[in-house]
């Protein structure tokens, strides 16, 4: 049986919705962006996993670029764009970085577990699609990040890492 | 929302660790600070209380990472007590769940230590 969010009213998913915003490098709105994912997930009565889920990439996804491409400046300026369909929980974060380069992300190594590093391994895991876009010529980066959503009373279906194996 | 964070002393030496609020990169040095401080007193049988934590990311992780490693080089150890499903599910993803130590109750936790004072499950030096 589907769980949902405490308060989220049965029925159907509300066929669309897209929020756009503009974060700064400084990280203090970032429990407000958590805040506004629930009342998002409520809005379209997606489950507790789901809602865990994108509140962590989310929040992994804007800390990487506050702490390591803006270094905490408050003068940076980055995008943060969620669209929920009733098949895809879509997240494009996108920002300047001309240093940045995807495949020197390093791989986390899990039997010897160090302090930092864990970001991007839990994003690639709790999302079902990851991607880095680059644009060569202006520097922009765009992490683009896809939770797959299964209908509402697909039983055993909203949440589910569908690809558990990464 | 914040982080606040209670200690507690209880029987075998254990101290509880009350986490309440969130752990982010924000704010995790809080937490490590605390550790540090307990290990410091030669406090290092600690227990995490994780029942009213709302939220953690990989930075509050990491901080657990160093408690372990903290604790243990005191010859205690560090465990957690009351983890929540979905904070299972990403320590399952981490591998997490090899390292550390979790007890339903505060009772198995801190009765735990009385069975084995130090660390109950393998923590691998890097090579």
Same mark, same amino acid.
């Given at each position: 049986m589907p769980t949902t969010i405490p308060g989220a009213s049965p029925g159907a998913r509300p066929r669309c919705t897209r929020l756009d915003m503009e974060l700064t490098g400084n990280p203090r709105a970032l429990s407000l962006v958590r805040r506004i994912l629930c009342t998002c997930a409520l809005a379209q009565n997606l489950s507790p996993q789901v809602l865990s889920d994108v509140q962590l990439a989310v929040t992994e996804a804007c800390t990487n670029v506050i702490k390591h491409a803006f270094r905490f400046d408050p003068t940076r300026r980055f995008g943060l764009q969620i669209q929920v369909t009733a098949q895809e929980y879509l997240i494009r974060v996108t920002y300047d970085d001309p240093q940045f380069d995807p495949a020197t992300i390093p791989i986390p190594d899990l039997q010897h577990?160090?302090? %930092? %590093?864990l970001g991007v391994f839990l994003i690639r895991h709790i999302m079902d699609e990851v991607e880095y876009l680059v644009d060569a010529a202006t520097g922009t980066i765009t992490l683009r990040m896809v939770k797959s959503l299964a209908a509402p009373d697909d039983p055993g279906g909203q949440g589910e890492n569908r690809n558990p194996g990464r | 929302m914040s982080l606040t964070i209670e200690c507690q002393e209880r029987e075998h030496g254990v101290v509880i660790v009350d986490v309440r609020g969130e752990i982010t990169f924000e704010n995790s040095d809080l937490l490590r600070d605390k550790i540090n401080e307990l290990c410091d007193q030669h406090k290092t049988r600690l227990v995490i209380d994780l029942?009213?934590?709302k939220y953690m990311s990989s930075a509050g992780m990491g901080v657990l990472v160093h408690g372990l490693k903290k604790t243990r080089q005191g010859q205690g150890d560090l465990r957690l007590a009351h983890l929540s499903p979905k904070m299972r599910r990403v320590f399952l993803i981490t591998q997490f769940t090899h390292h550390f130590s979790v007890f339903a109750s505060l009772e198995e936790a801190i009765q735990s230590f009385a069975v084995a004072p130090t660390e109950a499950k393998p923590f691998p030096s890097p090579s």
């Open positions: 577990s160090r302090e %930092g %590093g | 029942a009213n934590l």
